[in-house]
Nanobody, 118 residues
């Protein structure tokens, strides 16, 4: 079963940066990746999962207001990888980050923990 693999999280101080990666494994599913919009989502403790960024097949992007101007989503179709560059991180960005299609249609992966704290 197709499962996404997120990585790149960690502990960072407020104002710091992280770059998250999401790999869609398996050459069989490469074409699927190319024809779906992809999104980054996050879930903070006690909160519902929310979408923070989307990138469409043509490369256009959308961001949640809370991350606009600080986060950048990108994709490398040749590597079946979606990235999330996060700058000027705030404590409220602390969450587990996931990627999925947009709208979400795949089994959720393990996610990657991002903790912003001094």
């Amino acid at each position: 079963q197709l499962q996404l693999v997120e990585s790149g999280g960690g502990l960072v101080q407020p104002g710091g940066s992280l770059r998250l990666s999401c790999v869609v494994p398996g050459s069989i599913f490469g074409s699927f990746f190319r024809f779906n919009a992809m999104g980054w989502y996050r879930q903070a403790p006690g909160m519902q999962r929310e979408k923070v960024a989307t990138i469409r097949q043509g490369g256009s992007t959308n961001y949640a207001d809370s991350v606009k101007g600080r986060f950048t989503i990108s994709r490398d179709n040749a590597k079946n990888t979606v990235y999330l560059q996060m700058n000027s991180l705030k404590s409220e960005d602390t969450a587990v980050y996931y990627c999925n299609t947009d709208p979400s249609s795949l089994e959720w992966g393990q996610g990657t923990q991002v903790t912003v704290s001094s």
